[in-house]
């Protein structure tokens, strides 16, 4: 059974740090690509970045690139979201997906994530960024 559970999430003052963590379990991240989802009230769900079964590809969407780093250890089968810089913008549920198909490839950095192209949502970790 493919599950996954994220955690990391917190309060945080703006300009702070948060690094989320996303384990796995029912498959090995070394097959699918992993995406980090957010959804902030009121708002559709965005994917934020994207990390390739290999690792030799990430995404980032623009409103997060330079701040936000994906990474992952396949040994832990975890994967890392390390978030810096952050701001009021940012306050959302967070969520891992992994690829519905192995084949599945990150965007190019002008392309976009498709929700739809990932499945077996966690049960989120909750950002709030405010002073």
């Known amino acids: 059974q493919v599950q996954l559970v994220e955690s990391g999430g917190g309060l945080v003052q703006p300009g702070g740090s948060l690094r989320l963590s996303c384990v796995a379990s029912?498959?090995?991240?070394?097959?699918?690509?992993i995406t980090w989802f957010r959804q902030a009230p009121g708002k559709e769900r965005e994917g934020v970045s994207c990390?390739?079964?290999?690792?030799?590809?990430?995404y980032y969407a623009d409103s997060v690139k330079g701040r936000f780093t994906i990474s992952k250890d396949n040994a832990k089968n975890t994967v890392y979201l390390q978030m810096n810089n952050l701001i009021p913008e940012d306050t959302a549920v967070y969520y891992c997906a992994p690829s519905r198909s192995s084949w599945y490839q990150c965007p190019s950095p002008s392309g976009t994530i498709i929700s739809s192209d990932f499945g077996s949502w966690g049960q989120g970790t909750q950002v709030t960024v405010s002073s």
């Open positions: 029912g498959f090995t991240l070394d097959l699918y690509a």
């Open positions: 990390i390739s079964s290999s690792a030799g590809t990430k």
